[in-house]
């Protein structure tokens, strides 16, 4: 008899490593710029989706359910970009996709997804049109222009107080272009004059001409929309002209790249962010502690993308399946998520929600202006 | 069976990119039949894309009609261009042909109507992958054709020596108009339906990187057979996909691997293998046969 | 004025690069479009011996331009020698020289990866100077400084020594030049070297100017280089140079007043129309030279 209960006993504990292990691999499809003009984004949000899955596991709030985040290249590119996604939807299965890096990317990628059914989360896609209005299927992290830069600007206005405005955008990029427009109808909504319009190309190096042309009319602040690697060179070229007035970015001047390449001339630039990044808030605090014990230096790109992986646990939690209609539902749900962005909720249109901030350059640094 | 309907779905884009390459390969074959280096083929898909595009979602004309005038406007277009433009000899006429694919790309970032450099989006997928390799099989139906007529050995005698044909009585002149305006319509075909595939157009899809490309498939895959670009082309479509799953075993980034083994391949054939792919059968019977008789 | 000294700059990066290809299109007319890649590497071998070898620019710009020569020897050797007797030449030493282009852009991909790297600051200390109420920096100045130096030392090559003798009777007719008794195939090869350094030259002046050195930095000098030299003439070293400037104004002043998209139409549409109408260009000889 008692042989027969010792055996008993042992059988259930041999079988309960088995048990533990009986929990589902819910797949993410991580569609991100490694090569390209977007390169430097991507870079940050692979960081952030890593750590973001391995914390997420790790904490095991998804109770049987473990993520796993496959990460493709998309190359900046829309050819590329649909290859990626087609073999996340047809050949990984995945539940659920982030990404792609660019906007531009996205117009071409994004319908396939929503043809397919396959949530798509926007973690770093800031055109104001032409995401989230694909369909149903697509949601974004990223707060896009229209929701940044007109608090960014009045921030600087009221700190600056400037009366007339030199603008340059790039005209070869949907980011680009839809921050500009953004630009245009806040600065116009202010009553600041723009002296001046200029254009460039996200191949271009130089930007004298522009620069010269705009700098000619004397404006109070130079307002630009653009990404990263032109934002550095035109930062650059502006203090080499001898222009010392404050310059205000859009979200693609949102990286350490834009310090580490114009250096000293980036000291005193305005960006407006959705990422707080000296934030108080317990989300932020722990999110920083997680990055610097991995000795990762995050920027806001890293973040968003790591959101992008939270919400979307929240959402596989929120409707109790780890399937692709299992994470809209959840999104349907999802109000106030804690995040390192600060409360995280969906729009009506799917959107993001949470409050931005404005911050400057100083001693080499983005600080959070006061 | 579910298997198969996976791996194509997958690869959907791949197929298809199969046969639009292989379209623009025998675009810029076209003209290579007869001896001329003709660059502008960029600058034609472009030219065909948009109209397609535009055609089918502003005029709201059925997609069949919208295709063929797609193919039927670079056509157009391609007579005033070859006209000057074939008095121009060997490079300079390859660089004259970059420059007006440039100033087409560069025309369309600047036109409004079409949202200049953002391009057109969300643009219905009428084109699918069977359509596009039937539009291939067409082309290289036609070019067979041409190949075995009397057009076929004039061009060949153009290739061979220019001045010649024309003592021979052959109007050269009007045979390379007219393999000029044959590749326009290709690409144009080729922009269209690619187009209607990918949901997108954009003027950064018509750069000189892309009629390099499309010059890279036609010899790659041998510019002395009509077939011949649309092998090159197929190979070179097939081998970033392959690479891309081989690349984590070897340790190297997919991007920097799939550009060092095109460059390769394009090296090793034109030294090695100067008549493409196509050729690859003979040589190796040579190779086979010489080492018999060593 | 300011604009005119942006103009003069970036001209004089256009015609240092344009000098190289014509060069080389004047001795082989082949057009080699593997010479932007090698802008690009000099780029990145200076960057790498001030950055992490510690020397000094003075130091890095010789080494650099002299590697860029000899991978020009090399890529003569390997990708143009053995095409040298074909019939096409012209034609499958283009596409050779893409070959080679798409190589060692792959290979500046993977050493250096995609993103853009700079020059560590204070390669050239900062210093601002104003000159009849315009600002040119010292970075600047340099740059033109160096590509003047540089335009005498070839001048005085190609007049005053015999390897300039040598070079010139070759473009004019390899046949000819052999039967002198010129070592045709070592001419080709010193071409080969002093193009390259001079796209190299060009390459590290470019990556010091903007500060944005990458693998696909060569792609857009590329075409405005073909500009530039169809312009001035293939095979004119005196019409690159001057090619190159006009180039660099025209530009800056496209860009200024009639926007910045319109900027390269500018260059195409001129090669274009200079190709139909002239084809010799401003200074250039005779179309095709004999065999």
Redesign the interface.
């Known amino acids: 008899m008692r042989i027969a209960r010792w055996a008993s006993l042992l059988v259930a504990v041999a079988l309960l490593p088995g048990l533990a292990r009986a929990e589902t691999v819910v797949k993410i499809g991580a569609a991100l710029s490694m090569t390209g003009p977007a390169a430097a984004y991507g870079a940050q949000q692979k960081a952030g989706i890593l750590a973001a899955v391995e914390q997420i596991n790790k904490s095991g709030t998804l109770k049987g359910v473990k993520l796993e985040a496959v990460v493709e290249d998309d190359g900046s590119t829309k050819e590329q970009g649909i290859a990626v996604f087609q073999r996340f939807i047809n050949k990984d299965k995945v539940a659920a996709i982030i990404g792609p890096t660019l906007s531009n990317t996205a117009y071409a990628t994004n319908p396939l997804a929503q043809a397919a059914g396959v949530p798509v989360v926007a973690v770093s896609n800031t055109a104001p049109k032409g995401i989230t209005d694909i369909g149903e299927w697509i949601w974004r992290v990223s707060l896009t222009e229209a929701q940044v830069i007109p608090g960014a600007l009045k921030a600087a206005q009221q700190k600056l107080g400037f009366k007339s405005a030199g603008v340059l955008y790039g005209n070869d990029d949907a980011f680009t272009q839809g921050g500009y427009a953004v630009m245009k109808s806040a600065l116009e909504a202010m009553g600041v004059k723009t002296v001046g319009t200029q254009t460039f190309a996200k191949p271009d190096r130089d930007y004298n001409a522009q620069l010269t042309q705009l700098l000619a009319q004397k404006p109070d602040i130079l307002v630009v929309s653009a990404l990263v690697e032109n934002a550095s060179g035109i930062v650059a070229q502006a203090r080499q002209l001898g222009y010392q007035g404050p310059i205000l970015g859009g979200n693609g001047f949102n990286s350490p790249k834009l310090i580490e390449n114009a250096g000293k001339a980036a000291e005193g630039v305005l960006v407006g962010t959705a990422w707080n990044k000296v934030s108080g808030e317990k989300g932020n605090q722990d999110y920083l502690a997680l990055m610097k014990a991995k000795g990762h230096e995050p920027d806001q790109f890293c973040t968003q993308a790591y959101v992008g992986v939270e919400v979307i646990a929240e959402a596989i939690r929120l409707s109790g399946k780890g399937t692709r209609e299992g994470v809209k539902a959840g999104f349907l749900k999802l109000k106030g998520l804690v995040t390192p962005l600060g409360k995280f909720s969906f729009q009506q249109n799917r959107d993001g929600d949470h409050a931005p901030a404005v911050q400057v350059v100083k001693d080499g640094k983005f600080q959070i202006m006061q | 069976m579910e298997w198969l309907q996976?791996?194509y779905?997958?690869?959907?884009?791949?197929l298809a990119?199969i046969g639009l390459n292989g379209l623009l390969a025998l675009s810029v074959y076209t003209t290579l039949s007869c001896?001329q280096?003709a660059l502008g083929n960029a600058g034609f898909a472009a030219i065909g894309a948009y109209a397609a595009t535009l055609l089918t979602m502003k005029a709201g004309a059925p997609f069949g009609l919208s295709l063929l005038l797609g193919a039927l406007l670079p056509a157009l277009v391609a007579v005033p261009l070859g006209l000057?433009?074939f008095?121009?000899?060997?490079?300079?006429l390859?660089?004259?042909t970059?420059?007006?694919g440039?100033?087409v790309r560069?025309?369309l970032?600047?036109w409004e109507y079409v949202n200049?450099?953002?391009g057109i989006?969300?643009i219905p997928?009428k084109a699918s992958v069977g359509l596009v390799w039937i539009c291939l099989a067409g082309a290289l139906f036609v070019l067979s054709r041409i190949r075995g007529s009397k057009w076929g050995f004039a061009l060949e005698a153009i290739r061979e020596d220019e001045p010649a044909a024309r003592t021979m009585g052959i109007h050269t002149a009007r045979y390379k108009l007219a393999m000029l305006v044959l590749g326009a319509a290709l690409a144009g075909l080729a922009g269209g339906l690619e187009a209607h595939f990918?949901?997108?157009v954009?003027?950064?899809?018509f750069s000189?990187?892309r009629v390099?490309d499309m010059?890279?498939f036609a010899?790659v895959g041998g510019a002395g057979a009509f077939y011949g670009p649309a092998i090159g082309a197929a190979f070179l479509t097939l081998l970033p996909?392959v690479l891309r799953e081989v690349s984590p075993h070897l340790g190297?980034?997919?991007?920097?691997?799939r550009?060092?083994v095109?460059?390769?391949v394009?090296?090793a054939v034109?030294?090695f293998l100067?008549q493409g792919l196509v050729s690859l059968p003979a040589w190796w019977r040579e190779r086979l046969a010489s080492r018999r008789s060593a | 004025m300011q604009q005119a000294v942006n103009g003069l700059f970036l001209g004089s990066i256009y015609a240092l690069f344009a000098l190289g290809y014509t060069l080389v299109f004047g001795v082989l007319d082949i057009l080699n479009l593997a010479h932007a890649a090698v802008f690009m590497l000099a780029s990145f071998v200076a960057l790498f011996l001030v950055g992490r070898s510690g020397l000094h620019i003075l130091v890095a710009f010789p080494l650099a331009v002299l590697f860029a020569g000899l991978l020009g020897v090399v890529l003569e050797r390997v990708a143009f020698r053995p095409l040298r007797a074909r019939a096409d030449s012209n034609i499958s030493g283009l596409i050779s020289s893409i070959a080679m282009a798409t190589v060692f852009e792959a290979l500046a991909l993977w050493i250096w990866g995609p993103n853009v790297s700079r020059f560590p600051f204070g390669t050239i200390p900062e210093r601002q100077f104003q000159v009849a109420g315009a600002v040119i920096s010292r970075l600047q100045l340099t740059i033109v400084a160096v590509a003047v130096a540089i335009f005498l030392l070839l001048t005085w090559l190609v007049t005053r020594t015999r390897l300039g003798r040598e070079v010139r009777a070759v473009a004019e007719s390899p046949r000819a030049a052999r039967i002198l008794g010129v070592d045709v195939d070592r001419v080709i090869a010193w071409s080969f070297f002093i193009s390259s350094a001079l796209g190299g030259a060009a390459g590290v002046l470019f990556g010091l100017a903007f500060n944005a050195i990458q693998p696909d930095m060569g792609r857009g000098v590329e075409l405005k280089g073909l500009a530039v030299i169809i312009l001035g003439g293939m095979g004119s070293m005196p019409g690159a140079v001057v090619a190159g400037f006009a180039l660099g104004l025209t530009e800056v002043f496209v860009v200024a007043h009639l926007g910045a998209s319109w900027r390269d139409a500018i260059s195409f549409a001129g090669l274009f129309l200079i190709l139909v109408l002239r084809p010799r260009g401003l200074f250039g000889a005779a179309a095709l030279r004999e065999a």
């Open positions: 996976e791996t779905a997958t690869y959907q884009s791949t990119y001896g280096l000057p433009v008095r121009i000899r060997g490079v300079f390859a660089i004259a970059i420059g007006f440039e100033v560069i025309g970032v600047n200049g450099a953002q989006v969300a997928q990918t949901f997108m954009a003027p950064n899809g000189f990187g390099v010059l890279v010899v996909e190297i980034e997919p991007g920097p691997l550009m060092l095109n460059g390769l394009l090296l034109i030294l100067p």
